[in-house]
């Protein structure tokens, strides 16, 4: 059974860091691209930032760039985000999923985690 947990979301000041931990089990973890993407209350998903399987391709979207850092550990079957400059329209649930294509589009993935909230005050 496929798991995947995003851990490291809360409150932060605008200007402040946080980093985000996504943990998958029950799959070959190093064979598949993995996305973060977000979701503000009232707006559609994200894609954010995907990185591939070796983790030597990465993708930012244009909101997140250069203040935003994907990363991925395959040896412990996780995946990073470094958060930085934060600001509040970086509000919204953060998601982690896979997917065995280099995509950014949310249909191009599967098993998704519950989330982790973050939340950016001004």
């Known amino acids: 059974q496929v798991q995947v947990v995003e851990s490291g979301g809360g409150l932060v000041q605008a200007g402040g860091s946080l980093r985000l931990s996504c943990t998958a089990s029950?799959?070959?973890?190093?064979?598949?691209?993995m996305g973060w993407f977000r979701q503000a209350t009232g707006k559609e998903r994200e894609g954010v930032s995907c990185?591939?399987?070796?983790?030597?391709?990465?993708y930012y979207s244009d909101s997140v760039k250069g203040r935003f850092t994907i990363s991925r550990a395959n040896a412990k079957n996780t995946l990073y985000l470094q958060m930085n400059s934060l600001k509040p329209e970086d509000t919204g649930m953060y998601y982690c999923?896979?997917?065995?294509?280099?995509?950014?589009?949310?249909?191009?993935?599967?098993?998704w985690g519950q989330g982790t909230k973050v939340t950016v005050s001004s």
């Open positions: 999923a896979s997917s065995k294509l280099w995509s950014i589009e949310a249909t191009a993935y599967s098993y």
């Open positions: 029950g799959l070959p973890f190093d064979d598949f691209t």
């Open positions: 990185i591939s399987a070796d983790g030597y391709g990465t």
